[in-house]
């Protein structure tokens, strides 16, 4: 079957820690994407990747970075620098060029010790 | 900038009390207008993409319709595995890439 997986499911940072959240796909689409998700409050766009070795910021990049060496994975690192990272993490991904819907994994939930 | 404000924040109905959750938007030009269904602790699931005013989509209990500034997702005769969180998203002819800008969301409750 055809689908978008993350892993874990839940992951636990230390302060001081860098932290990375895989995402991989199956759907043979070209652009993917990393979301943040707090409660009460909307999808917010970290970073995005329409094509193999290359991604854009979006809104909330500060304190993430992102890697597209694979087609099928676009890996999401917490890095330090990043305060407040206690949110639900959401891998997406498409077919570029407009029009098309983003399909969400199911998830990743980061909390900090 | 492209923005999304959905209204309720919350709804709470009896099972077969029909309503709709409304979904405002402001772009500049508008290329997509998607609504997602969210259950607690779950990736979205795609429900609807509707591209022009006067477009109207449905799906079992579900219809979406879209005009010039706003989208209705209306709920007939709902069942309480209906609860979930509803999101809204657009895509703007200005957005740079295939990005969403989303809402914060319905959350609707089913009682049975």
């Known amino acids: 079957d055809g689908g978008i997986t993350q892993s874990p499911k839940y992951l636990f940072r230390k302060e001081g820690q860098n932290v990375t959240l895989s995402c991989e796909q199956n759907?043979?689409?070209?652009?993917m994407y990393w979301y943040r998700q707090d409660p009460g409050q909307g999808l917010r766009l970290i970073y995005y990747s329409q094509i193999v070795n290359d991604f854009q910021k979006g809104d909330i990049a500060e304190g993430y970075s992102v890697s597209r060496e694979k087609k099928e994975s676009f890996p999401l690192t917490v890095t330090s620098a990043q305060k407040n990272p206690t949110a639900f993490y959401l891998c997406a991904s498409s077919i570029p060029g407009g029009f098309e819907t983003q399909y969400f994994g199911p998830g990743t939930r980061l909390l900090v010790l | 900038e492209d923005q999304v404000t959905q209204s309720p924040e919350a709804l709470r109905l009896q099972e077969g009390e029909s309503s709709s959750l409304n979904c405002s938007y402001t772009?500049?030009?508008?290329?997509?207008l998607f609504w997602y269904r969210q259950d607690p602790g779950k990736g979205p699931e795609f429900l609807f993409t509707l591209y022009s005013a006067g477009e109207e989509k449905e799906k079992e209990r579900l219809k979406a319709t879209l005009t010039k500034k706003e989208s209705f997702l209306h709920i007939t005769a709902p069942k309480p595995e209906d609860s979930a969180t509803y999101l809204c998203?657009?895509?703007?002819?200005?957005?740079?890439?295939?990005?969403?800008?989303f809402g914060e969301g319905t959350q609707l409750t089913v009682n049975p």
């Open positions: 759907l043979n689409h070209d652009a």
């Open positions: 772009v500049s030009g508008l290329r997509g």
């Open positions: 998203a657009v895509q703007g002819e200005e957005t740079s890439g295939s990005r969403l800008t």
